[in-house]
């Protein structure tokens, strides 16, 4: 790799960063479209330095004093997503290359309208969802994540309806994406499938990681849970358009 394309991919990082630290979410979906859509390094790595990350950026952010977290909602959503990602896993050996263009597709479609759906409910829910729902959601999470590397959608679109703070938002989204990268980590080194390039991309772009997450822990930006709700909307919108692209393109060339 030159010089040129190393700068580009810590580019990449950079606002990958940004985004994750403001919303709780979103870091892989922009590092894995935007490595793709400059064609840097390929996606298979790309996707195992976003797990190494992702944990390094949710030790980063939550470091320090105790960070704003509601248990009810953390510990269902948590640990529903952890098994969801095991099922999931088992689902991407299982399935064919045809199920999972239509899997695919079908997620895009659902995002696009829990996006707007999310813009349109303008207003969170009065009252706090059952523990049902927050289980529901979190393996879905889990099982997305297992399947596509794509988790966050069902239980971004979830957690932004709730009446909490966006601090708790936030927070528990890095927390569950970490658990969910630490599992799928795990598992890729325990099918021997890690390899140098993967650590040294990793390790070239942790500093850039852990400074951006502590600078912005500790000069917050002031933006309004309005703001940000819109700022998801736009991400959602992005991973759900780019899904429907990618899959629809595999299911014509199938068809063809």
């Given at each position: 790799m030159s010089v040129q394309v190393h700068l580009m991919f810590l580019g990449c990082v950079l606002l990958a960063t940004l985004a994750q630290n403001l919303t709780g979410f979103a870091f892989g979906l922009i590092l894995l479209g935007m490595v793709a859509t400059l064609n840097i390094i390929s996606l298979a790595d790309v996707a195992v330095v976003i797990s190494f990350l992702t944990v390094a950026n949710?030790?980063?952010?939550?470091?320090?004093?105790?960070?704003?977290?509601d248990r009810s909602v953390l510990m269902p959503v948590l640990l529903s997503s952890l098994l969801g990602v095991s099922v999931g896993m088992w689902g991407l050996g299982a399935l064919d290359e045809a199920q999972m263009a239509w899997l695919r597709l079908l997620l895009g479609c659902v995002i696009i309208i829990a996006s707007l759906l999310l813009v349109v409910q303008s207003k969170p829910r009065e009252r706090l969802s059952g523990q049902p729902a927050f289980w529901v959601s979190g393996a879905l999470c889990g099982l997305l994540n297992g399947l596509f590397s794509s988790g966050g959608p069902p239980l971004v679109y979830h957690l932004y309806r709730q009446p909490?703070?966006?601090?708790?938002?936030r927070n528990?989204?890095?927390?569950?994406?970490?658990?969910?990268?630490a599992t799928r980590l795990g598992l890729v080194i325990a099918q021997g499938q890690l390899h140098m390039q993967v650590i040294w991309l990793s390790l070239e772009a942790l500093p850039l990681v852990l400074l951006v997450s502590v600078l912005m822990r500790r000069y917050p930006p002031r933006l309004s849970l309005r703001t940000v709700r819109w700022l998801v909307f736009a991400l959602l919108v992005l991973a759900g358009a780019s899904l429907i692209v990618e899959s629809l393109g595999q299911v014509l060339a199938m068809a063809a």
């Amino acid at each position: 790799m030159s010089v040129q394309v190393h700068l580009m991919f810590l580019g990449c990082v950079l606002l990958a960063t940004l985004a994750q630290n403001l919303t709780g979410f979103a870091f892989g979906l922009i590092l894995l479209g935007m490595v793709a859509t400059l064609n840097i390094i390929s996606l298979a790595d790309v996707a195992v330095v976003i797990s190494f990350l992702t944990v390094a950026n949710a030790l980063a952010t939550l470091g320090g004093p105790k960070p704003a977290l509601d248990r009810s909602v953390l510990m269902p959503v948590l640990l529903s997503s952890l098994l969801g990602v095991s099922v999931g896993m088992w689902g991407l050996g299982a399935l064919d290359e045809a199920q999972m263009a239509w899997l695919r597709l079908l997620l895009g479609c659902v995002i696009i309208i829990a996006s707007l759906l999310l813009v349109v409910q303008s207003k969170p829910r009065e009252r706090l969802s059952g523990q049902p729902a927050f289980w529901v959601s979190g393996a879905l999470c889990g099982l997305l994540n297992g399947l596509f590397s794509s988790g966050g959608p069902p239980l971004v679109y979830h957690l932004y309806r709730q009446p909490l703070a966006y601090e708790v938002i936030r927070n528990t989204l890095i927390t569950v994406f970490a658990a969910n990268s630490a599992t799928r980590l795990g598992l890729v080194i325990a099918q021997g499938q890690l390899h140098m390039q993967v650590i040294w991309l990793s390790l070239e772009a942790l500093p850039l990681v852990l400074l951006v997450s502590v600078l912005m822990r500790r000069y917050p930006p002031r933006l309004s849970l309005r703001t940000v709700r819109w700022l998801v909307f736009a991400l959602l919108v992005l991973a759900g358009a780019s899904l429907i692209v990618e899959s629809l393109g595999q299911v014509l060339a199938m068809a063809a």
